[in-house]
């Protein structure tokens, strides 16, 4: 497990996929963190637009 993201780099990584220009491992990449972080970043933000809290 690669930790925590800063919140730029979670906004950053949710635009991104949000993009569907870029995979998981483009973005961990591209942001300098573990594919993992994206992926739980990428699930907490479908979770939060569906109304969860």
């Known amino acids: ?12 990584a949710v635009i991104l996929w949000n993009s569907k220009h870029f995979d998981t491992c483009d973005i961990a990449d591209a942001l300098g963190v573990g594919e993992d972080a994206v992926c739980r970043t990428i699930q907490a933000a479908r979770h ?5 809290t």
Do not use: F
């Open 1 to 12: 497990m690669s930790g925590k993201m800063d919140e730029l780099k979670a906004l950053a």
């Open 48 to 52: 939060i637009q569906r109304g969860g």
